[in-house]
């Protein structure tokens, strides 16, 4: 089995299969917009290697071999660590710039929120990827450019040379035979 995660038990979602390992992986990152993992094992050996990786939360397989595959939804180390500090009483060792800056929430509510949500989707999509109603996302309507009047326009003297100021140009006689040392 997969063990306990430092998180607590409220971040870990279990899911069985028959359905390869690899299948699930390129159906999560073609149609679920998950980056595909290295099968590496974040959590130790025999605690899941990762097949997929999405806004801080992984999906991870116990045994890719395995004839009835069991995955785990978890957050990743990161995530883990944010979450665990939260919930054994050490929030307030994050200030609130390093909130900002790891995860772009200004406290530990919206904190939670964003995590509850991402994790309930990446369950989701890893739900959907197993029993096929996994679906690509609708594609984003593409608006024409509109093309810049100033930049378009073709202006009398435009011929590709920068501006210069008049003096830039100007010759200056060479002097042949000078040294190089004066």
């Known amino acids: 089995m997969f063990g306990l995660y430092p998180a607590g038990p409220e971040w870990v979602r279990h899911f069985t299969t028959t359905t390869p ?19 590496h094992q974040p ?9 997929a990786v999405r806004h801080g939360f992984v999906v991870m397989v116990q045994d890719v071999d395995a004839t009835e595959i069991e995955f785990v939804v978890a957050p990743d180390v990161e995530m883990t ?6 919930s054994n009483g050490y929030a307030s060792q994050w200030s609130p710039r390093e909130l900002k800056a790891l995860t772009a929430c200004e406290n530990w509510e919206q904190l939670l929120t964003m995590a509850g949500t991402r994790f309930r989707a990446a369950c989701t999509a890893l739900e959907r990827a197993i029993d096929g109603t996994i679906e690509p996302p609708a594609p984003v309507p593409v608006k024409a450019a509109v093309p810049d009047p100033v930049i378009a ?7 590709d040379v920068p501006w210069l100021p008049s003096d830039y140009l100007h010759e200056v ?10």
């Open 21 to 39: 390992a690899r299948e699930i992986q390129q159906l999560l990152v073609k149609h679920a917009g998950f980056t595909a993992g290295l099968f």
């Open 173 to 182: 006689p060479l002097m042949e035979g000078l040294p190089c040392d004066r």
């Open 153 to 159: 326009a073709s202006l009398p003297d435009d011929d």
């Open 43 to 51: 959590y130790g050996p025999a605690r899941g290697a990762v097949i």
């Open 81 to 86: 660590n944010l979450l665990w500090s939260h």
